[in-house]
Each structure stands twice: as structure tokens, then as C-alpha cells.
């Protein structure tokens, strides 16, 4: 089976750039969640959605950020415009049920941001 | 909200030393309890999970964890580590009951180096 599906696996940008990163989460579950990896802060929950609709987006650290889930199978995450403080691993994950389960994380997108 | 605070940040022993690594958790109410860990350049991935019954819980690999409600605890432990071991572990809260069902805490995760 297809796990979670994320891309690109890295990017690099320049301060300013609008960046978008893509997740697939696995077919027939109904959470979906963004989390941001840094050595400073470790795991920090941006955002999850439930059924495609977001339900907590208090983790989204300011309005540059975005994110989206026009269906079940596609989400974005998208920074407009990006800053070098930016930088880090995005974890898409997704997982079935109600109470969060065990979350299944994609392979992560590094980015860094010049 | 809940919060989940893991005590050593990194923690380096030999191949066949034991292995304790604390986390703490701050909910007065249920919760479900996680270890993931994150081999280097990998994402994170399940090692064992506790829902309800028995407070000892065994993952894969011959981790287990010990739930203890009235310390808030949830300490992950192996009795003889690995060079493949090495990873970074990462404990994690939901409250299923909360306002916000969905969400899985973490904690900062703990480095675990071991020399061969």
C-alpha cells in the first residue's frame, strides 16, 4: 500500500518566493495533519483537518501561512512569501478515526529558505 | 491544553546497556500515549501505543512502555539497546475527550546515540 506521499522532498528558495508543498494522504483516512520539524522547536502541529475541513489551525504561525484540502486524497501547505526562518522539515501524516490514532507520516519536505 | 515534556535530550549509551527514556505528560483527563521514533533521514514512525488495559504496553523491537496514571508517565524502556538504535524518540499525548480530538502532542524527542 501507498503510504503518505509528499513532494517536493526538498526545496530550495529564495526570501521572498511563494513555496507550496503537496500531500497525499492515505486513501480512506479522514484526518489529515501539518507539522513542522526544527531542531529549536522539534514537532510543532501547524494544522490537521477532519473529513478535508480544517478544524485547528491555531499552530499556523502567521498569515503567510496557508493551507488546504480541496478533496480527501490532496492537501497544500503554502508560504507566501517565505522568510529564511522558514527553514525546516514538513511532515504531512494522516490517520483513520476518531482520537487520532496512529498518525502516518510522509517522508517530509526539507526546505530551506536563502 | 495538554503538554508532554521528555526529560533528556540526548542520551548516549553502549550496545547492551538498558534503557529508560521519561516523559511526562500534563492532562487530567484520558489519553492515548505514543512513541514514535525517527531514524536519521527517515520520517517518524510508530514503536508502540497505549489506549487502555494493560499499563505495560510492548511495541515492535523489543521496546515497552509503562503507563502510570497517577505519575502522568509514560516511560519508554529496552532492556538491551542496539547500534540500530539509534534514533530519535519522540513521546506523544491525544485526549480523545478534549476539544480538539484530532490533535497528537510531542514532545521534543530524545537523541539516542549508541557506540557499538
Known amino acids: 500500500d501507498a503510504g503518505v506521499i509528499q513532494s517536493p522532498r526538498h526545496e530550495v528558495t529564495e526570501m521572498g518566493q511563494e513555496v507550496t508543498l503537496r500531500c497525499k494522504p492515505i486513501?480512506?483516512?479522514?484526518?489529515l495533519f501539518w507539522y513542522r520539524q526544527t531542531m529549536m522547536r522539534g514537532l510543532e502541529l501547524l494544522i490537521y483537518f477532519n473529513n478535508n475541513v480544517p478544524i485547528d489551525d491555531s499552530g499556523m504561525p502567521e498569515d503567510r501561512f496557508s493551507a488546504k484540502m480541496p478533496n480527501a486524497s490532496f492537501s497544500t501547505l503554502k508560504i507566501q512569501p517565505s522568510e529564511p526562518r522558514d527553514s525546516a522539515v514538513y511532515f504531512c501524516?494522516?490517520?483513520?478515526?476518531w482520537g487520532a490514532g496512529e498518525l502516518f507520516f510522509g517522508e517530509g519536505s526539507r526546505l530551506t529558505v536563502l | 491544553a495538554q503538554s508532554v515534556s521528555q526529560h533528556n535530550h540526548h542520551v548516549i549509551l553502549s550496545e547492551a546497556a538498558s534503557l529508560e527514556l521519561g516523559c511526562n505528560y500534563s492532562y487530567g483527563g484520558t489519553v492515548n500515549l505514543f512513541w514514535y521514533v525517527q531514524y536519521p533521514g527517515q520520517h517518524l514512525q510508530l514503536l508502540l501505543k497505549y489506549f487502555s488495559g494493560d499499563p505495560l504496553v510492548k511495541g515492535i523491537k523489543g521496546f515497552e512502555a509503562e503507563f502510570i496514571k497517577s505519575k502522568f508517565s509514560f516511560n519508554l524502556r529496552k532492556p538491551s539497546v542496539q547500534w540500530s538504535d539509534t534514533a530519535e524518540y519522540f513521546c506523544a499525548v491525544n485526549a480523545p475527550y478534549g476539544g480538539s480530538q484530532g490533535n497528537l502532542i510531542f514532545g521534543k524527542g530524545t537523541k539516542l546515540s549508541v557506540k557499538p
Open positions: 501524516a494522516s490517520s483513520s478515526g
Open positions: 486513501s480512506g483516512h479522514d484526518y
